[in-house]
Nanobody
């Protein structure tokens, strides 16, 4: 499975960005998908995730109400709509795929495949 993230960029505080993660190989529609981020000097942290059907979503408290994760299984793509961006959202954002049935979607350790990061920079 290969994951290709895109959509990052430079935006002013209060602005919006939409990240995309396109998957190839495997059976995308059966995977749980997640977004994680890592800022310089900080550990990677969970941002958002959703189940294979998109029926259940999970968010970090820091982004709840501002970010929305969604997926289009016909396009093998997962999205992260980010609104009301803050400078503290600045980080490299990576998408990940979880193929197994065990483990929670909030934990990076349970994901099997990772895409490269796309940089999001929010200026104040």
């Amino acid at each position: 499975v290969q994951l290709q993230a895109s959509g990052g960029g430079l935006v002013q505080a209060g602005g919006s960005l939409r990240l995309s993660c396109a998957a190839s190989g495997g059976i995308f529609s059966s995977y749980g998908m997640g977004w994680f981020r890592q800022a310089p000097g900080k550990e990677r942290e969970f941002v958002a995730a959703l189940t294979w059907s998109g029926g259940t979503t999970y968010y970090a408290d820091s982004v709840k109400g501002r970010f929305t994760i969604s997926r289009d299984n016909a396009k093998n793509t997962v999205y992260l709509q980010m609104n009301s961006l803050k400078p503290e959202d600045t980080a490299a954002y990576s998408c990940a795929a979880k193929t197994g049935v065990f483990g929670g979607l909030r934990s990076a350790r349970t994901y099997d495949y990772w895409g490269q990061g796309t940089q999001v920079t929010v200026s104040s």
